[in-house]
Nanobody, 116 residues
C-alpha cells in the first residue's frame, strides 16, 4: 500500500520557520520526482518546490525563492521542506507529492498557519 504522510505543520508568527517532513512507504521512490504543493481555499494546488530523484536539481515557485529549501533522503524515504521567513500569505495546506511520469501520489496534507 502506497502511503505518504506529512508532518511538521503548525502555527507560526511571521518571520518564523517550520520544517515539513514527508515519509514514504510501500514503494521505492528513489528515482521519482518529489515535491511540495500548497492549496488555499478557492484556489488550485500550487507547486512550492520540487526535486528530482537524484536529489540534485530543484525547482521553486517564485514565492519560495530564497526562503524555502527542498531536500530528500532516499535512504530514509523522506523528503523535507525547510521554510524560513514565513509570511502570512504562506498560510495553506501543504501536500507532499511523488510523481512518476503522469502518475501522482499525494499525502493528506499538513496545515501551516502564519499569523501574529
Amino acid at each position: 500500500q502506497v502511503q505518504l504522510v506529512e508532518s511538521g505543520g503548525g502555527l507560526v508568527q511571521p518571520g518564523g520557520s517550520l520544517r515539513l517532513s514527508c515519509v514514504f512507504s510501500g514503494f521505492d521512490f528513489s528515482t521519482y520526482f518529489t515535491g511540495w504543493y500548497r492549496q488555499t481555499p478557492g484556489k488550485g494546488r500550487e507547486l512550492v518546490a520540487g526535486i528530482v530523484g537524484s536529489g540534485g536539481p530543484t525547482n521553486y515557485g517564485h514565492s519560495a525563492q530564497g526562503r524555502f529549501t527542498i531536500f530528500r533522503d532516499n535512504d530514509k524515504k523522506m523528503t523535507y521542506l525547510q521554510m524560513n521567513d514565513l509570511k502570512i500569505e504562506d498560510t495553506a495546506v501543504y501536500y507532499c507529492n511523488v510523481r512518476r511520469r503522469s502518475t501522482d501520489w499525494w499525502g493528506r496534507g499538513t496545515q501551516v498557519t502564519v499569523s501574529s
